[in-house]
């Protein structure tokens, strides 16, 4: 790993650092930061190689649709793994609302909870999905 990705590595840890529950698995916290900024770079790199031989041809540098279909694609996993890594009841809301298209009020009234705790868990399985997807920012 180059040193700038090292960097990149640290800035991650240091930035993600107070939201960090030091009672889950930081090693393992550690390892997927890493494994991200690398399919990152990879990513970019590839991006870059295929606009310099586009621009060097004389045509426009533009990702070929292959590319972006399989960033979304890859984008999807990530939210997909995300969701079913929150705690059960959050899990629930997000689901419901997001694949079953339900307003929260329903929501509330389908999982016998009060709208306000529908709300809450909606709002922190939102913010453990952002911390989730961060390297595809």
Known sequence: M???LSQ???YRLVHAGPRLDPGRNPRGYLFRTADNVWRDHVR??????????QL??????TAPAADARLLERDLRGAV???IAELPAAQREVVELRHYEELTFRQVAERLGRPLGTVLTQMRAALV????ALESYR
């Open 56 to 61: 060097r041809q004389g045509g426009t540098a």
């Open 8 to 10: 990149e590595v640290a």
């Open 44 to 53: 970019r790199d590839i991006v870059q190689r295929r606009a310099e031989q």
């Open 2 to 4: 180059t040193a700038e």
């Open 128 to 131: 453990k999905i952002a911390t």
């Open 80 to 82: 997909r793994r995300a």
